[in-house]
């Protein structure tokens, strides 16, 4: 009988000297097979006691004992069990022998429950000689993780409520208990590729940081290079396989990413938005978009024209630019998956730094200095070029103009 419970209740319990009362000593089987009996002190007419999990298969002593000698003690005993329709067993074997001494046997999520160890000895042959004694030594022990996960993976610690579950987060197509199945998971080559694409693709900033230098936008080009630089390295760092390089911490590589990704498309709005009053968006970035169609109408009105006025600027400019930054956002939005991760995110690499080249406004031209020289000079003299983010003086509208 599969049983989970067993539960006596011993009553009418009366002795020759005391009717109403007897003291008598309840023993139940034992709990498991290395504990002692289950024992219950009964003083009074009745009592109960309950056996947890007891062992299955087997017979359950009861044993009711006085401290009284010659006196005799009426009771009676009603039993009662809990059975298991379905019993769960749960069955695993291990082998050790001399050219193999050591055996690891693990177990995934174990049931709350009572499990027990069997030792067997077995030989070849009919004769085991002087292998009737075998000394054995068990270990268990209980782990948040398969040996943490090993080099695919990644140990973590999920809470829900009042619930504390760990767990392997694999990586690379590797699945299993410890990340040690790899039936589907990605070629070295295959990694390798994701690596390079990701890298590589962020060089397509060169050509708007020698846009920005040709056309004195030093600030900005630093800024560009900035984010070269630490996006490359970041998805480096953040490489799911074994082709992986980090030079510094993984935090600091993704804040550095981050940081240089939204200050490049800050920087660059900035300086298509410029005006004597530019320095103000620094100080109120969230209503920048604001400032700048005020800026273009303004302009528009004060010329008598659309500004920019020349249509190459819209033609081979300012809609590439605008078409690219488009196509990149929803890339970024709507088609990049966990699949396809590689080829869209290297993709949105190369379309962002390609709406710079087309966006960054031209060479500033006929604009006086006021503080700070403008321009850069490649002379002894090194004059910075700061307009657009300091207030700068003009006394003569510019005009885009393609040459």
């Not at 230098?213 to 800024?223: F, K, L």
């Amino acid at each position: 009988m599969f049983t989970s419970s067993v539960s006596l209740w011993l009553t009418n319990c009366s002795s020759e000297e005391q009717s109403d009362s007897c003291s008598v000593v309840l023993r139940l089987g034992s709990r498991t097979l290395q504990e002692e009996p289950l024992l219950v002190s009964c003083s009074g007419t009745q009592c109960s006691a309950t056996l947890p999990n007891p062992p299955w298969d087997t017979w359950l002593q009861v044993v009711v004992e006085t401290n009284h000698s010659n006196r005799t003690v009426t009771f009676s005993i009603v039993s009662h069990y809990t059975g298991l329709l379905n019993p769960l067993f749960i069955t695993t074997y291990v082998r050790v022998n001399t050219s193999e001494p050591k055996a690891v046997l693990r177990l995934p999520y174990p049931q709350s429950a009572t499990w027990y160890l069997t030792l067997q000895l077995t030989c070849n042959g009919t004769n085991c000689g002087n292998a009737s004694v075998v000394s054995v030594v068990p270990e268990v022990f209980v782990s948040a993780c398969i040996e943490d996960c090993g080099t695919y993976g990644e140990c973590r610690l999920i809470r829900s409520f009042t619930y504390l579950y760990a767990s392997c987060s694999c990586k690379a197509g590797w699945s299993g208990w410890g990340c040690t199945d790899g039936s589907k998971a990605l070629s070295y080559s295959r990694q390798l590729t994701a690596a390079l694409m990701l890298t590589i693709s962020n060089l397509f900033f060169i050509p708007a940081i020698v846009v920005a230098v040709r056309r004195w936008y030093i600030t900005e080009a630093s800024v560009y290079l900035f984010t070269m630089f630490f996006s490359t390295f970041y998805h480096a760092c953040d490489q799911p396989g074994v082709a992986v390089m980090c030079i510094m911490d993984y935090d600091a590589l993704q804040y550095c990413d981050f940081l240089g990704s939204v200050c490049s498309i800050w920087v660059t709005i900035l300086c298509m938005a410029r005006s004597v009053f530019a320095w103000i968006c620094l100080c109120i970035l969230h209503r920048l978009h604001v400032l700048v169609y005020f800026f273009q109408v303004y302009r528009g009105v004060k010329r008598h024209h659309c500004y920019p006025s020349s249509w190459r600027r819209w033609v081979f400019f300012l809609l590439p630019g605008a078409l690219c930054a488009l196509i990149a956002v929803s890339v970024f939005v709507f088609a990049q998956t966990e699949d396809n991760y590689y080829y869209t995110h290297s993709l949105w690499h190369i379309l962002v730094a390609g709406c710079v080249v087309f966006l960054l406004p031209p060479k500033e031209k006929h604009r006086e200095q006021s503080g700070w020289t403008q321009g850069f000079s490649w002379a002894w003299s090194w004059r910075p070029r700061v307009c657009g983010y300091t207030l700068c003086e003009s006394g003569k509208d510019e005009l885009y103009t393609v040459t």
